[in-house]
């Protein structure tokens, strides 16, 4: 079955900034509904979509869909914006971008800026803090700003998507709607599990603090989980003995303590009936990850974390392989027939 990239396309068009998450809400409900027998959200935003089994068992496969951007913190008399992130952001990637503020009835672009032209320059300066930086989107006065931004009103890296060579993808926002996009091309492909109803769960509020996937499994709790996550794939300057994970050689299965033996055997068992091939990554700690807060959600959830390799994390644009999204949807498709015989 060939994927339909068009639903990354229809989610990359969209904010969907921690705690802002509504339009992409909207997005993945259109184009969950029809293939699932229950869908429905919640308080904090989360979307939980159900493809019922023949038993009271559960299982969730989840990923946040909430972006890293920023709020506008205070609007200057002569019309600049200040900003600060929603998120982590390296203020190293932002000077010079073009931003988008999602204002209460359009949407505004603005550039940021705030250090000087390196021809002005009288010595080396040192990278600028974030509070340093603004947003020029023309306005010559506040009072001109105010007639289209707020205090509050969020922004984002300009939303964009691009096809490169070699089956790649850039985009924004790719941490974490391509994990959303694998999950609605899973649902349109498995509709039976036996005796497993199937969760797939869709959270918000990941970027600050795992806030969604807290509320949305505390309610949920099934017997095991997966978190659908990215990772940071290898690229110069980073040494590969720092990030060994690269582009295109299939998705990473995590290995750490918040990881359960059994669902770890069972995402290795399946990419062996799938003929996926993995990677490996390890952590000691924390995974930094949804999967943490799941854990130890309640008594206790056994959990497995796979992520798609990308590169450029939380910058303007991020790349991902096309190769590594399909193998990640064949080996969940695997996992799900193979739970389906315990």
Known sequence: MSVDYNVLKDLVKVP??????????????????????????????????????????????????????????????????RIEPIGGVDVRTIIGSRLI????????????????????EEKKEQIP?????????????????SKYVRVGDVATYDLQYMELFNDKIAATGLDNKISAFIMIELARRVQDIGDWNLYLVFTSQEEVGLR??????????????????????????????????????GPAVMIAPAVHPKVLKLLEDAAQIGSVGVQYETAGRFTGTNLDAIQVTRSGIPGGLVS?????????????????????????????RLIKEI
Not at 39 to 61: F, P, Q, W
Not at 101 to 116: D, S, Y
């Open 308 to 336: 798609i390799p990308l590169k450029y994390m939380h910058t303007p644009l991020e790349v991902a392989s096309k190769k590594d999204v399909e193998s990640t949807i064949t080996l969940l498709e695997s996992f799900l």
């Open 212 to 249: 969604g996937a807290r509320t949305a499994f505390y309610g949920i709790y099934p017997e095991m989980a997966i978190s659908l996550d990215v990772t940071h794939a290898q690229y110069p300057p980073i040494s590969q003995s720092k990030v060994p994970i690269e582009l295109g050689k």
């Open 16 to 81: 969907s900034v921690s705690g802002r998450e509504e339009l992409a809400r909207e997005v993945i409900v259109r184009h969950l509904k029809p293939r699932v027998d229950e869908i429905r959200t919640d308080a904090l935003g989360n979307v939980i979509a159900i493809i019922k089994g023949s038993s009271e068992r559960k299982v969730a496969i989840e990923c946040h869909y909430d972006q890293v951007g920023f709020i506008v913190k205070s609007i200057e008399k002569s019309g600049l914006l």
């Open 129 to 145: 803090k974030i509070g340093e930086l603004y947003v020029d989107a023309g306005f010559d006065s506040s009072e001109d700003a």
């Open 101 to 120: 503020i999602w204002g209460r009835e359009k949407k505004i672009p603005g550039v940021v800026a705030g250090v000087k032209p390196v021809h002005l």
